[in-house]
T-cell receptor, first 115, second 114 residues
Framework: ETGVTQSPTHLIKTRGQQVTLRCSSQSGHNTVSWYQQALGQGPQFIFQYYREEENGRGNFPPRFSGLQFPNYSSELNVNALELDDSALYLC??????????????FGEGSWLTVV | AQKITQTQPGMFVQEKEAVTLDCTYDTSDPSYGLFWYKQPSSGEMIFLIYQGSYDQQNATEGRYSLNFQKARKSANLVISASQLGDSAMYFCAMRSVYNNDMRFGAGTRLTVKP
């Protein structure tokens, strides 16, 4: 148990729709990052939020957006869904920039299927 | 640009034996961290071990140890006394202190045979 919870665990959406995925950080962690993991590949960094501000972004289009709330929980929003958006979406929480090893904890992910 | 390479798509090991999973990386940043994660079929990424680029000693966590060779830019994971429950995907990852982008390798699927 990492203390990072994600919802929903599985969902199916139609191409062109919008989706919101949610993440509850481990208690006390003020940084959250999101990753997309396509089948058979390693996770790809989408973006990171630190104290409600985005402070890092990977190579994803603007239709991938996020929010971090005062309680440090977070949302990932994806607009205009495409078939290639089908993947496991992982949330990770950490304290500060999390660059000290085992302070980066992942949730179990949300499996998104776009049809 | 940062890059992580895991050249072993799949590995097999006999129960109770040791196994080494390879990882090489490429970065121009002087300060970075290296991570190994285990991912069972459920999807959760389980943290195993961390090595800082300036750490003098190789990291160890129970049955996991990291063979860090900075000059060769390699960070191999050694699992001793393999157990059936070790069967999973294993990912090597790197994160620079200068940005917040954690890069992952393509992973190695480890299968432990009874």
């Amino acid at each position: 148990e990492t203390g990072v919870t994600q919802s929903p665990t599985h969902l199916i959406k139609t191409r062109g729709q919008q989706v919101t995925l949610r993440c509850s950080s481990q208690s006390g962690h003020n940084t959250v990052s999101w990753y997309q993991q396509a089948l058979g590949q390693g996770p790809q960094f989408i973006f990171q939020y630190y104290r409600e501000e985005e402070n890092g972004r990977g190579n994803f289009p603007p239709r991938f957006s996020g929010l971090q709330f005062p309680n440090y929980s977070s949302e990932l929003n994806v607009n205009a869904l495409e078939l290639d958006d089908s993947a496991l979406y992982l949330c990770a929480s950490s304290l500060g920039d999390g660059n000290s090893g085992n302070t980066i904890y992942f949730g179990e992910g949300s499996w998104l299927t776009v049809v | 640009a940062q890059k992580i390479t895991q050249t072993q798509p799949g590995m097999f090991v006999q129960e109770k034996e040791a196994v080494t999973l390879d990882c090489t990386y490429d970065t121009s940043d002087p300060s970075y961290g290296l991570f190994w994660y285990k991912q069972p079929s459920s999807g959760e990424m389980i943290f195993l071990i961390y090595q800082g680029s300036y750490d003098q000693q190789n990291a160890t966590e129970g049955r996991y140890s990291l063979n860090f060779q900075k000059a060769r830019k390699s960070a191999n994971l050694v699992i001793s006394a393999s157990q059936l429950g070790d069967s999973a995907m294993y990912f090597c990852a790197m994160r620079s202190v200068y940005n917040n982008d954690m890069r992952f390798g393509a992973g190695t699927r480890l299968t432990v045979k009874p």
